[in-house]
């Protein structure tokens, strides 16, 4: 079964504790072996680079180096962190063929902190690429348990995990379509909706707040109008700004919302039969108890 060096980020680990939670019970439920990165440093979220671009490089050289260690993947549930470390291992092999030089003075500087070089022999892979293209749909298929019937669901992919990088092999980051996929295995009706592939807002958030609440909250209401129960997202900021500020968002906007935000392997964790504790389904903002409702739970 497959095995990852994981990379859980900064925020599955606090503010999304729920993410970290059924990402393991999942990985359980599949068979996957997580292997995980507890020296690993917060990818930056994208804020290094503002400094300095080989600041963001070193850091995230030295996470990769720690997968390579393993002779693994590097595998995130953060789309964020998906970004940023792919961008970064694209960046260096793309130096390490074109100008070693750099390569070099990246490495100097892990060795000073007595830290593996970056080698760039493995890959970073977010779980979703990870479920639909090394596990597989039809391996999915055969494990779920109660089927998602009836279930609407609105993929809410971001920009991060779609166009940080300049390839994308598991998908088209400008009409995406494995997430859908991935729902119609569950059993579950994905909802297509304008705003499904554009930023949540969270970038924005603390300098210009209502600017902000009022992208989530179009967004919000777009895949309600569609019809959604509910909307899934690979990234936990996404998700914080979706969910755990949809109260505030309905405020700025004036308008109710009400929309259940699930994070990616809750969705799929239900679908395998596990329980909706496990998956820390209690934890979020705006109740998920209409999503399992109508589940049948």
Same mark, same amino acid.
């Given at each position: ?32 072996? %997580?292997?995980?990165?507890?020296? !690993? ?6 804020? =290094?680079?503002?400094? #300095?671009?080989? *600041?963001?490089?070193? @850091? ?9 260690? %393993? ?16 961008? +970064?291992?694209?960046? %260096? ?7 070693? #030089?750099?390569?070099? $003075? ?7 902190? /007595?830290?593996?070089?970056? $080698? &760039?022999?493995?890959? @970073?892979? /977010?779980?979703?690429?990870?479920? @639909? ?9 055969? $494990? +779920? $348990?109660?089927?998602?019937?009836? *279930?609407?669901? !609105?993929? =809410? ?16 980051? /400008?009409?995406?379509? #494995?997430?859908?996929?991935? =729902?119609?295995?569950? &059993? ?28 989530? &909250? ?13 909307? +899934? ?5 996404? /998700? ?18 009400? *929309?259940? +935000? ?9 679908? %395998? ?23 049948? =739970?």
């Amino acid at each position: 079964m497959p095995k990852y060096a994981y990379f859980p980020g900064c925020v599955a680990q606090g503010a999304c504790r729920e993410l970290y939670q059924s990402t393991e019970a999942l990985a359980a439920a599949l068979g996957i072996e %997580l292997v995980e990165l507890k020296k !690993a440093a917060c990818c930056g979220s994208g804020t =290094f680079k503002e400094e #300095s671009q080989l *600041l963001e490089d070193t @850091v995230n050289a030295r996470n990769i180096a720690l997968a390579e260690e %393993l002779n693994l993947p590097l595998l995130t549930h953060c789309s964020t962190c998906q970004g940023v470390i792919g961008h +970064v291992d694209e960046r %260096l092999k793309d130096q390490k063929n074109n100008d070693p #030089s750099y390569l070099d $003075r990246v490495n100097g500087l892990l060795a000073k902190e /007595h830290c593996s070089p970056y $080698r &760039g022999t493995t890959e @970073v892979k /977010h779980l979703l690429w990870a479920l @639909v293209a090394d596990y597989g749909l039809e391996a999915i298929s055969k $494990r +779920v $348990r109660r089927q998602l019937s009836g *279930l609407k669901c !609105a993929a =809410f992919y971001g920009c991060y995990l779609l166009r940080a990088q300049t390839h994308l092999p598991y998908d088209d980051p /400008h009409n995406p379509q #494995s997430m859908e996929n991935l =729902f119609e295995t569950l &059993g579950a009706t994905p909802v297509r909706y304008r705003g499904r592939t554009q930023c949540c807002g969270w970038p924005l958030s603390s300098y210009a707040t209502d600017q902000s609440f009022k992208m989530a &909250g179009t967004h919000i209401q777009e895949a309600l109008d569609a019809g959604a129960d509910c909307m +899934v997202t690979p990234c936990p900021l996404c /998700h914080l700004n979706l969910d755990s500020r949809q109260p505030e968002v309905e405020k700025v906007i004036q308008q109710p919302l009400g *929309l259940p +935000v699930l994070h990616l392997p809750q969705l799929v964790g239900l679908a %395998l039969g596990i329980e909706p504790q496990k998956l820390g389904l209690e934890r979020h903002i705006v109740s998920t108890q209409p999503v399992l409702t109508k589940l049948g =739970f």
